[in-house]
């Protein structure tokens, strides 16, 4: 249920507090492949949107952590 509110949120404004909310929850399902692809969606559009440094350094710092751990790396 709290991956339908997250992908109902990215379809009202997408922005890359949502999806890293769905990368986690996508992480926390067993799907981390699936979260890290939500993960550098969220970096993507948090760059393009111009995000604070407050946002975008937390969530390449997971999504480095992540790769690291081989949890869905390419």
């Known amino acids: 249920q709290a991956l339908g509110w ?3 949120s990215i379809a009202i ?3 890359p507090v ?3 909310v769905k990368a986690r929850l996508l992480r926390a399902l067993g799907r981390p492949a699936e979260a890290v692809q939500a993960l550098e969606r969220a970096l993507k ?3 393009a949107q111009k995000a604070s440094a ?3 350094g937390p969530l390449a710092q ?3 952590a992540w790769r690291r ?3 869905g790396g390419r």
């Open 13 to 15: 404004q997408e922005n």
């Open 62 to 64: 997971t999504l480095d």
């Open 18 to 20: 949502n999806l890293g």
């Open 6 to 8: 997250a992908d109902r």
């Open 54 to 56: 407050a946002i975008l």
């Open 45 to 47: 559009v948090g760059r």
């Open 69 to 71: 751990e081989g949890t």
